[in-house]
């Protein structure tokens, strides 16, 4: 059974820092293209930020210098670091997994809250 379970999201003020973990199970996780992706109700799901099986990373231009994506082979994590947070990154931060051959594997986790407010 394919898990993917995030935490480290909560309340922060603007100019905080957060920063969220992916840890998953029943996968290769070496074999997995990772990313990061957020929701409001306003807005369709966008991507944050993506890691290749292999390191390459990319992140939104909104995020661009403020966010960085990483990942931990050897413990199955990805994690995304959030720096100089706006109002505007509040949203819910879902972590996916998607296999680097076979594209129609792919998996979601349930969701972190991040929220960004004084």
């Known amino acids: 059974q394919v898990q993917l379970v995030e935490s480290g999201g909560g309340l922060v003020q603007p100019g905080g820092s957060l920063r969220l973990s992916c840890v998953t199970s029943?996968?290769?996780?070496?074999?997995?293209?990772m990313a990061w992706y957020r929701q409001t109700p306003a807005k369709q799901r966008e991507l944050v930020a993506i890691?290749?099986?292999?390191?390459?990373?990319n992140t939104a231009d909104s995020v661009k210098g403020r966010f960085t994506i990483s990942r931990n082979n050897a413990n199955s994590t990805v994690y995304l670091h959030m720096n100089s947070l706006k109002p505007e990154d509040t949203a819910v931060y879902y972590c996916?997994?998607?296999?680097?051959?076979?594209?129609?594997?792919?998996?979601w986790g349930q969701g972190t809250q991040v929220t960004v407010s004084s």
């Open positions: 890691i290749t099986n292999g390191g390459s990373t």
């Open positions: 996916n997994a998607r296999h680097s051959v076979n594209y129609q594997n792919a998996y």
């Open positions: 029943g996968i290769i996780f070496s074999t997995y293209i």
